[in-house]
């Protein structure tokens, strides 16, 4: 009995020390039983080829591996080419973000120090941060996926070796290697193997020439591929021919720009949350602020999903509010209505802010609390107002949000819109279908918001378009084209134009007319034009601007700086009467929609105090795309 006993806590012990190991300590448990000089003569002899069998147990693939293939599952990027390739990706960029047990794998000196000693290498690198495929997960999961016989040739000035690590095998597949191909000294060999879950599959990717064979019915292969180098350089052109040979095979151009904006950069793991930030600066207990934020992922590149995790790890998740899961703001301001020294932070676009503004108005609070930004937009305008910059670019939240929420304020008028719908034949107004809504930045009505909607209406329905700011800058070229070849109204003949109750006269020409409330408009662009100071537009005076723009080439001159926008006046009480069509697109804040004729009467609301960045800066001339 004393020896069961006894037996039991060893054999607790040891599973307790096992369950404690760190990744480098199962990797050097697992490498140890290798017969390494017998590995470096059969790696040699092979023509820099190996196949090594069950390296790491089924237990440690189960453990460490598998839940991290099951979480990124939903990021596979499925890529056909006829004759080639079907089957599924997922970049380095995406595992870095979201599964960083394969990358602390490919970093581990263990790891590769025991590649390195295989080769016939001095040292082996890991490929520089910008490379998708120095660790990327391949998915084969459809019928039918395959991938055709290639080299895994680079254009980096040196060698290139891949370690393929088997995960999950339940098929018929076999990665089929040519031996010896070209080679007059040899016979060459054909292997068929299945690549187990643990085991390793590792060659010199100029010399084998290799395939996987088609999937079949209800099977299902995945591996993780690893790239290691001898040179880290490839050069700009080399990086740019890679990049798009990587786009349209593997990863999907949303997801490689994505990496250049900051996209799948990811945060870095949270070790402090915002309390404990905020006491490393000395900030006083008393008077700091309750931040509460509240994120649309949907905005720009959809980066708000991305966050979420990480933002509610900073703030708590009482203070973090999914938007598009609870239909709005309003639940969780009305949880925060009588919360003292609250700041609320939005985390999208400007029409996420004009969402939070509205139900603020909503709930009730008077005065609206501060309101700070973290701009996922496309546009993102009033972060460039307020000095926050035109995106956010993955800064660790332990520096950005506490910087956000001890800013000083700075107040911003807001407009109350409201829409009521009108009989153009006999004069009838109906009062009853009045519709009210609030603006900061800018209403617009015409060719604009015709291309917004389009634009609005696919990223609605097809979201998994929109997977960076700069894909999403492409959709609203293309809109911008179709609008341009379908044509638009000239809105002399739809509207009427009233300025502090005087009627204004709309040029013939103006297909866009613009309520302005400050000079950026749509990312950023100064479409009133440059005036004296003291009669430039501001966000605070309570006065708002109108401004008209012409046809496409007027448009296209506003936008690059070499036209001013057609001046139609400013005041403090707006009026547009639209008489046709019966859907005339509009937009609240880059927000469109369509709507029958109307009655659009715009006047001054209040006013609400927006964080302001110490560095704040006017807007440039530059609509940069580096969102």
Not at 591 to 596: G, I, L, V, W, Y
């Amino acid at each position: 009995g004393i020896q069961q006993i006894e037996l039991s806590v060893r054999n607790d012990h040891h599973m307790q020390n096992a369950s404690q190991e760190s990744l480098d300590q199962v990797i050097e448990r697992c490498l140890s039983k290798l017969d390494m000089q017998k590995l470096q003569s059969e790696f040699l002899a092979q023509d820099e080829f190996i196949h090594l069998p069950n390296v790491f147990s089924l237990e440690v693939v189960t453990k460490h591996f598998l839940p991290a293939v099951e979480k990124v599952r939903p990021f596979v990027h499925r890529s056909y080419i006829p004759l080639h390739k079907k089957s599924g990706s997922v970049s380095s960029y995406t595992i870095s973000q979201q599964t960083p047990i394969f990358e602390e794998l490919y970093k581990s000196d263990v790891f590769s120090g025991f590649i390195t000693n295989i080769t016939p290498q001095e040292k082996l690198l890991c490929c520089p941060v910008e490379d998708p495929h120095s660790v990327a997960l391949y998915y084969y999961t459809e019928p039918g996926d395959h991938i055709g016989f290639h080299y895994d040739s680079s254009l980096y000035k040196g060698l290139r070796y891949t370690i393929l690590l088997g995960l999950v095998e339940n098929s018929s597949c076999k990665l089929v290697c040519n031996l010896y191909r070209g080679r007059t000294d040899k016979v060459p060999e054909t292997l068929n193997l299945t690549i187990t879950p643990g085991s390793i599959v590792m060659f010199n990717g100029d010399k084998l020439y290799h395939a996987v064979s088609p999937l079949g019915k209800h099977e299902e292969r995945v591996v993780l591929s690893m790239e290691y180098v001898t040179n880290q350089h490839m050069g700009y052109i080399g990086r740019a021919i890679s990049n798009v040979k990587d786009a349209v095979t593997y990863f999907g151009i949303g997801s490689l720009i994505g990496r250049y904006e900051g996209y799948h950069d990811g945060e870095a793991p949270l070790t402090r949350t915002i309390e404990a930030e905020m006491e490393s600066r000395g900030t006083d207990p008393a008077s700091r602020p309750h931040v509460i934020a509240f994120v649309n992922k949907l905005s720009g590149g959809q980066r708000g999903k991305d966050i979420l995790p990480n933002l509610i790890a900073f703030l708590g998740s009482e203070n973090v509010f999914d938007l598009n899961e609870m239909g709005g703001p309003e639940p969780g301001l009305h949880h925060h209505l009588h919360t003292p020294n609250l700041r609320v932070i939005a985390c999208g676009g400007d029409g996420t802010l004009r969402w939070v503004i509205q139900g603020m108005i909503n709930v009730g609070f008077r005065p609206l609390p501060p309101l700070g930004v973290l701009p996922f937009g496309t546009g993102n305008d009033l972060s460039r107002m307020f000095g926050w910059g035109p995106g956010y670019k993955g800064q660790d939240f332990s520096s950005i949000i506490p910087n956000i929420v001890t800013a000083a304020s700075r107040p911003m008028d807001i407009w109350q819109c409201s829409l009521t719908p009108w009989d153009p034949q006999n004069g009838t107004v109906f009062h009853s279908e009045s519709s009210v809504h609030f603006m900061f930045n800018y209403f617009n009505i015409g060719y604009d918001p015709q291309v917004a909607l389009g634009f609005h209406t696919l990223r609605t329905t097809r979201p998994d378009l929109f997977k960076a700011r700069f894909i999403n800058k492409c959709w609203y070229f293309y809109y911008a084209l179709e609008n341009i070849l379908r044509g638009s109204h000239y809105l002399a003949e739809c509207c009427s134009l009233e300025i502090d109750g005087q009627m204004v006269d709309i040029p013939a020409d103006v297909r866009t007319i613009v309520v302005l409330n400050f000079v950026a408009y749509q990312a950023g662009v100064d479409i009133w034009g440059p005036d004296h100071p003291d009669n430039t537009p501001k966000m605070d005076d309570e006065i708002i601007e109108v401004v008209g723009i012409n046809g496409a080439i007027h448009e296209a001159m506003v936008r690059t700086y070499l036209s001013p926008g057609v001046r139609l006046g400013r005041g403090r009480d707006i009026k547009i009467k639209v008489i046709k069509p019966a859907d005339l697109p509009m937009a609240f804040d880059g927000e469109p929609f369509r709507h029958k004729p109307c009655i659009i009467h715009i006047k001054h609301f209040g006013s609400v105090n927006v964080l302001e960045s110490q560095d704040n800066f006017e807007p440039n001339h530059e609509t940069s795309t580096d969102e």
